[in-house]
């Protein structure tokens, strides 16, 4: 079984390029995003920071985190951003490590594909076989930003701002997947990527 840690800036195409990896080969998919939202949810392993960094309004009456409330605190505290961040991350790759072990142990996946956009930040090259970037072109991320969730272009600017660069990624990535050609593209060069591994 080989682990591939997916990476890509914000619009990328990450998630289109999941669904044509679960179309195309034996494997199964783990998003940092959707591992984070399950321990975060009210009676998880973050309820209690939860609880102590935010007050009760940390989570809404459906015992789901209250997203728009912290995220109002913790852009504006970076010492509560930091704190709480430290919280996360390792509940959220404690929780990843065991379900690649899972995985491993069941032994029916040929690959198991890690989704995060922080892989690199997060130290995932020492769990992951090899990382793979997602890249499109920041121009094609914003239309898609804007059409797709609504970001302005204010918005689109300060996350870019934020993240990786390019080259940063093409340095630690040893495939990059580019998703602005065309979904035949995209779906192509995936396809012929695993037939590599299959040759091996």
Not at 12 to 19: F, P
Not at 28 to 50: E, Q, W
Not at 160 to 176: A, G, I, L, N, P
Request: glycine letters at 8%.
């Amino acid at each position: 079984m080989r682990v591939i840690g997916i990476t890509g800036g914000v619009g990328a195409g990450k998630s289109t390029v999941l669904h044509m990896l679960e179309e195309l080969c034996n494997c199964k998919i783990i998003v940092a995003d959707d591992v984070a939202k399950k321990i975060m949810s009210y009676g998880g392993p973050l309820t209690m920071k939860a609880l102590e960094l935010f007050g009760e309004e940390a989570y809404g009456p459906d015992g789901e985190l209250g997203r728009n409330h912290i995220s109002k605190m913790i852009y504006a505290d970076d010492v509560l951003r930091e704190k709480w961040s430290n919280a996360v991350h390792p509940e959220v790759n404690k929780e990843i490590y065991g379900q690649i072990d899972a995985a491993r142990a069941e032994g029916k996946y040929d690959f198991v594909f890690v989704e995060a956009a922080l892989l690199i930040e997060n130290g995932y090259d020492r769990i992951c076989d090899e990382l793979w970037y997602v890249y499109a072109p920041e121009d094609i991320r914003s239309a898609r930003l804007m059409e797709c969730r609504g970001y302005s272009q204010d918005k689109i600017e300060s996350i870019f701002r934020s993240q990786m660069k390019d080259e940063e990624f093409r340095k630690h990535c040893r495939f990059v997947i580019d998703t602005g050609v065309s979904v035949e593209c995209t779906y192509n060069a995936l396809k012929n990527k695993l037939e590599e591994y299959s040759r091996m």
